[in-house]
C-alpha cells in the first residue's frame, strides 16, 4: 500500500520555525519529484514548493520564498519542508504530495498522485 505520512506540525508564535517531514513507504519515491500543498479552512489547496528527484532543483510559490526550504533524503524516502519566519497567514493543513515526473515540478495538485493525511500547521500572531 502507498503511503504518505505528514508530521511536525504544530502551534508557534508568528516569527517561529517549524520543520516538517513527509515519509513514504510502499513505493520508491526517490525518482520522482515530490511537493508540498497547503490548505486553509474555506480554501483551495495551494502550491508551497516542490523538488526533483536528485534535490538539485526547486521551486516555491512566491509567497514562501526566502523563509521556507524544501529538501529530501532519498535514503529514508522523505521530504522535508524547513519554514522559517512564519506569519500568521501560513496556518494551514499541510500536505505533501508526488508525482510521476523527475524532473518537471508542476503546481498543479492534479499532477501528483498520492498524497498524505496532512498536519495542522498554526502560528498565532
Known amino acids: 500500500q502507498v503511503q504518505l505520512v505528514e508530521s511536525g506540525g504544530g502551534l508557534v508564535q508568528a516569527g517561529g520555525s517549524l520543520r516538517l517531514s513527509c515519509v513514504g513507504s510502499?513505493?520508491?519515491?526517490?525518482?520522482?519529484?515530490m511537493g508540498w500543498f497547503r490548505q486553509a479552512p474555506g480554501k483551495e489547496r495551494e502550491f508551497v514548493a516542490a523538488?526533483?528527484?536528485?534535490?538539485?532543483?526547486?521551486l516555491y510559490t512566491d509567497s514562501v520564498k526566502g523563509r521556507f526550504t524544501i529538501s529530501r533524503d532519498n535514503a529514508k524516502n522523505t521530504v522535508y519542508l524547513q519554514m522559517n519566519s512564519l506569519k500568521p497567514e501560513d496556518t494551514a493543513v499541510y500536505y505533501c504530495?508526488?508525482?510521476?515526473?523527475?524532473?518537471?515540478?508542476?503546481?498543479?495538485?492534479?499532477?501528483?498522485?498520492?498524497w498524505g493525511q496532512g498536519t495542522q500547521v498554526t502560528v498565532s500572531s
Open positions: 510502499g513505493r520508491t519515491f526517490s525518482s520522482y519529484v
Open positions: 523538488i526533483s528527484w536528485s534535490g538539485t532543483s526547486t
Open positions: 504530495g508526488v508525482t510521476r515526473y523527475g524532473h518537471f515540478l508542476p503546481r498543479s495538485s492534479t499532477e501528483y498522485d498520492t
